[in-house]
């Protein structure tokens, strides 16, 4: 038998609640999974908030507000403004149930999540985004972050992991943080100069596709390796077929939005 890799609730339980909520994480843990993964970006005053992107047109209901005067970035928004927003699905058309919460569920802050009491003795992965782009207008989204989680005191807590998708911001990070959590270095495309500097490599499947062997070279270093992201609705013949080849690259965790689904399957093979 291969690798049994840990399953990740991708944003949450991304297909049944609106995506980076905490009713999405929180339905993620009950699920069983054995962590959950968020987005964070920041407001105009110098806050974290849990989205995927700065653009909240897809995630939030910031087209309905037309007092919000065509804003629609995090960063243009003070977070006091955030808080009259409320989430909603990404992708209605295939997640219809999740859809019927659109409206009912705040945009958190990064300091609710690492708060709040489900979290406890559970495990976070928690990405800081876009970090380049946000120091280019001003805002050092590593070292506010940084900040914040020391202050929490979530290390005592939960047990964290830190992603990010550019070397620089990891770069940042370790200089930030030290060691004091592990560091997974997310690529969509190769990056054979910095790949295996960080604690671990976090890996989107169609990369693996092309470069099966990735997998086992970062293995070979130590390194664990996470693939990103299964989505049911991408199977081409049974979701089974489709679950079974990404358990087969060989990653030790995966990130799902239908996390029962995977962990189903999963069971199954222990």
Request: aromatic share 10%; net charge negative.
């Amino acid at each position: 038998m291969g690798v049994i890799p840990q399953v990740f609730g991708h944003r949450g339980a991304a297909a049944y609640r609106p995506e980076n909520t905490l009713e999405s994480f929180e339905l993620a843990f009950s699920m069983g999974v054995d962590a959950i993964e968020c987005d964070i970006v920041p407001t105009k005053d110098g806050h974290l908030v849990l989205r995927h992107e700065a653009d909240l047109r897809e995630t939030t209901d910031v087209l309905k507000r037309p007092d919000f005067d065509g804003r629609f970035m995090s960063y243009q928004f003070t977070l006091a403004e955030l808080q009259e927003l409320r989430a909603i699905e990404r992708l209605p058309k295939w997640r219809p149930g999740s859809a019927k919460f659109d409206g009912q569920f705040l945009v958190p802050t990064l300091a609710s999540l690492l708060s709040s009491d489900f979290v406890v003795g559970k495990e976070l992965i928690l990405e800081v985004k876009d970090a380049p782009i946000f120091m280019e207008l001003g805002i050092d989204i590593v070292s506010i972050f940084a900040d914040e989680v020391e202050a929490s005191g979530i290390a005592n807590r939960a047990c964290v992991s830190v992603e990010a998708f550019e070397w620089e911001t990891m770069n940042a990070l370790r200089s930030r943080l030290g060691n004091k959590f592990p560091l997974f270095y997310g690529m969509e495309e190769w990056d054979e100069a910095h790949a295996f500097d960080y604690d671990g490599v976090s890996l989107d499947f169609q990369l693996i596709g092309q470069m099966p062997e990735i997998v086992a070279r970062a293995k070979s270093k130590g390194l664990p390796v996470w693939g990103f992201t299964a989505r049911v609705e991408w199977a081409e013949n049974s979701v089974e077929e489709y679950l079974h080849k990404l358990i087969d690259t060989g990653v030790d965790g995966i990130f799902a939005d239908h996390p029962d689904l995977l962990l189903r399957y999963v069971e199954g093979l222990a």
